[in-house]
């Protein structure tokens, strides 16, 4: 069992920039996958970055075209920690922000909410224009 709790949402003008965490218990965190998703008020749960898990301490990062080049996904597995760094925001990123787990996730399915297998509360971001 995985529990997840993320941090750092609120409010920012455009062109700003937030830090969103997502502390992990368990020992295994490293050999999970780590995703970010979004959701906007009205709108399907999608997809935002991925870095990958396994422990060997090479990880690849994958990123949704709407964000690639804003957002930089990381991972500190001392500190049972993911990140997601949001710089250049927009009005359009506003959305609850959610990080999940997962051990069984590729590069064609990590887009997918359903290979996930846990998921934290999620954390609110506002971008004001």
């Known amino acids: 069992q995985v529990q997840l709790v993320e941090s750092g949402g609120g409010l920012v003008q455009a062109g700003g920039s937030l830090r969103l965490s997502c502390a992990a218990s368990?020992?295994?965190?490293?050999?999970?996958?780590m995703g970010w998703f979004r959701q906007a008020p009205g709108k399907e749960r999608e997809f935002v970055a991925h870095v990958t898990g396994g422990g060997n301490g090479i990880y690849y990062a994958y990123y949704a075209d709407s964000v690639k080049g804003r957002f930089t996904i990381s991972r500190d597995n001392a500190e049972n920690t993911v990140y997601l760094q949001m710089n250049s925001l927009k009005p359009e990123d506003t959305a609850v922000y959610y990080c999940?787990?997962?051990?069984?996730?590729?590069?064609?399915?990590?887009?997918?909410?359903?290979?996930?297998?846990?998921w934290g509360q999620g954390t609110q971001v506002t971008v004001s224009s």
């Open positions: 368990g020992r295994t965190f490293s050999t999970y996958g």
């Open positions: 999940a787990a997962s051990r069984g996730v590729t590069i064609t399915t990590m887009r997918l909410t359903t290979k996930y297998d846990y």
